[in-house]
């Protein structure tokens, strides 16, 4: 089935460092991919989406582009701040089927930012 | 205001006593899930509902019941809780679940349970 694969947390930067969280997916056909991100002691919330190959999502400064050559949508962010600090996590819709629609989320990746 | 809408937020119960997380939203959406969070194990779903009346298994279904009679509430249920069940529990919904979702899930807080 489809699947979504993160790189394993935590990470771990100075405020103002670059911030890569890396983001590979398995699917029948071509999915819609998004980003959420979990603050602490929160719920989850969406933070950009792509719906087609090539496009690019963002929102508060992160950008992630949707490659189906390598089946990636890589999470990026220039400059990060300490109120960055969460959890972030890959989601992906599934196309086919009778669950089309559904969302698939990967493990999620913590990140801590430091002073 | 719109929301998601979990209860109890925090629950600690004994193995075999019944019982039910209710999730109620405002938004009239057709699709809501139940999602359970643990360490290094992240979100995986336990069941989902299309609409109305119409739910299915998700990853991790066994020792929960869901239902779907009204277009507002799914409430899960632990008929026999067990400590495996341990557990951050979330709810969400979204307004269509076709195949080109928006995505744009509405979580509720969370509901962290644990049975001794």
């Known amino acids: 089935g489809d699947s979504v694969t993160q790189m394993e947390g935590p990470v771990t930067l100075s405020e103002e460092a670059f911030l890569t969280i890396n983001c590979t997916y398995t699917?029948?056909?071509?999915?819609?991919l998004f980003w959420y991100v979990q603050y602490p002691g929160e719920g989850l919330q969406l933070l950009l989406k792509?719906?087609?190959?090539?496009d690019k999502g963002s929102n508060k400064g992160f950008e992630a582009t949707y490659r189906k050559e390598t089946t990636s949508f890589h999470l990026e962010k220039g400059s990060v701040q300490v109120s960055d600090s969460a959890v972030y996590f890959c989601?992906?819709?599934?196309?086919?089927?009778?669950?089309?629609?559904?969302?698939?989320f990967g493990k999620g990746t913590k990140l801590s930012v430091k002073p | 205001e719109a929301q998601v809408t979990q209860n109890p937020r925090y629950l600690i119960t004994v193995t075999g006593k019944k019982l039910t997380v209710t999730c109620s939203q405002n938004?009239?959406?057709?699709?809501m899930s139940w999602y359970r969070q643990d360490p290094g194990l992240g979100l995986r779903q336990i069941y989902y509902?299309?609409?109305?009346?119409?739910?299915d298994k998700g990853d991790v279904p066994e020792g929960y019941k869901v239902s779907r009679k009204e277009k507002r509430n799914f409430p899960l249920i632990l008929e026999s809780p067990s400590p495996n069940q341990t557990s951050l529990y979330f709810c969400?919904?979204?307004?269509?679940?076709?195949?080109?979702?928006?995505?744009?899930?509405?979580f509720g807080e969370g509901s962290r349970l644990t049975v001794l």
């Open positions: 969400a919904s979204s307004l269509y679940p076709g195949p080109r979702n928006t995505g744009e899930l509405f």
């Open positions: 699917a029948t056909g071509y999915p819609s």
């Open positions: 792509a719906t087609k190959a090539d």
């Open positions: 989601a992906l819709s599934e196309v086919y089927g009778g669950s089309q629609g559904n969302l698939i």
């Open positions: 938004m009239n959406h057709e699709y």
């Open positions: 509902s299309m609409n109305v009346e119409v739910t």
